[in-house]
């Protein structure tokens, strides 16, 4: 393999992870932003409230994007091992 192919794959991995991680990172940190708001308008200073909306908010966004997150991983993973055999030559 060399350098070309190698950062390729890299390019390719890290891309995945962004397309993966965007929906439950983006609704976690819009409850987290929202929760803040109401927080500093009425001076509440509980650091620890915005965690369990946020926990649910990720099981309600795994629950609705799940499907889609196993099928894209399921296809860069394909992807990969159809490269193998020109990787290893």
């Given at each position: 393999m060399d350098t070309g192919t190698a950062a390729y794959l890299l390019r390719q991995a890290l891309?995945?992870?962004?397309?993966?991680?965007?929906?439950?990172?983006?609704?976690?940190?819009?409850?987290?932003?929202?929760i803040s708001i109401i927080q500093a308008a009425f001076s509440v200073q509980e650091q620890t409230l915005s965690f369990v909306p946020k926990i649910l908010i990720v099981l309600v966004v795994v629950l609705i994007f799940g499907s889609w997150m196993f099928g894209s991983m399921q296809q860069f993973a394909l992807e990969i091992f159809r490269l193998i055999p020109r990787m290893v030559r």
């Amino acid at each position: 393999m060399d350098t070309g192919t190698a950062a390729y794959l890299l390019r390719q991995a890290l891309g995945q992870v962004l397309l993966v991680s965007a929906p439950i990172l983006l609704a976690s940190l819009l409850v987290g932003l929202i929760i803040s708001i109401i927080q500093a308008a009425f001076s509440v200073q509980e650091q620890t409230l915005s965690f369990v909306p946020k926990i649910l908010i990720v099981l309600v966004v795994v629950l609705i994007f799940g499907s889609w997150m196993f099928g894209s991983m399921q296809q860069f993973a394909l992807e990969i091992f159809r490269l193998i055999p020109r990787m290893v030559r």
